[in-house]
Structures are given as C-alpha cells and as structure tokens.
Nanobody, 126 residues
Framework: QVQLVESGGGLVQAGDSLRLSCAAS????????MGWFRQAPGKERAFVAA????????YYADSVKGRFTISRDYAKNAVYLQMNSLKPEDTAVYYC???????????????????WGQGTQVTVSS
C-alpha cells in the first residue's frame, strides 16, 4: 500500500553536498518509520539514517553522523537525506525504506523494512 520513489542521486566530488528525496504514495506514511540505506558494490546493504514517527527522533550510522541529516515533510509525504561533506566511501546506491511497526533495536537491519524504493546512485569522486 506504500510506494516509494527515490531521486536526487548523481556524480559529485569529495566535499560536495547532495540531497536525496523519497516520495511516497498510497497510504499516508506519517505513522511509518522511514529509513535510508545504501549498498556499495560487493557489500551488504547498510543502514544510513532513520526517522521515528512517534518521537520524531533521528538516528544515524556512525559513518555519516554529523554529515547527513534525515528529515520529513508530512505535507508532501516525502522524506529527505541531506548529505554534506561527501566522501568517496559514500559511493553507493541509496534506498528509501518504510515500515509501520519496526522497533528501535532492529531498525538498522534492512530486513525489517516492508517497503522499498528502487534506489538512486550516488557517486563521489576524490
């Protein structure tokens, strides 16, 4: 009942900024935990950031803390990932994910999310 579409990826240089967008359709996702994950070639899908619906708290992987910011726009039914000070190791396909009942202890595991976007490529050159 929830469809997600990511956009905003591209090719940038180290130190640049990029903002990813995730547009949701179907059910209103105001009550859903929204997450961003990324997957680099040859690596498993990894947690990047998440936004909790009840508390409004945000969570980040240590590797992006202080550089990335997740936010939501309830009016537009969208979630964003602002990425600053990008590094070559940030290069990956970035995915938006959503789930209505995920718990904090498991929200960093991609398997726990029911809904996914198609992914958007982010490439950071040195």
């Amino acid at each position: 009942q929830v469809q997600l579409v990511e956009s905003g990826g591209g090719l940038v240089q180290a130190g640049d900024s990029l903002r990813l967008s995730c547009a949701a359709s179907g059910r209103t996702f105001s009550g859903y935990t929204m997450g961003w994950f990324r997957q680099a070639p040859g690596k498993e899908r990894a947690f990047v950031a998440a936004f909790r619906p009840s508390s409004g708290f945000t969570y980040y992987a240590d590797s992006v803390k202080g550089r990335f910011t997740i936010s939501r726009d309830y009016a537009k039914n969208a979630v964003y990932l602002q990425m600053n000070s990008l590094k070559p190791e940030d290069t990956a396909v970035y995915y938006c994910a959503a789930d209505s009942r995920i718990t904090i202890p498991t929200m960093r595991n991609w398997v726990e999310y029911d809904y996914w976007g198609q992914g958007t490529q982010v490439t950071v050159s040195s």
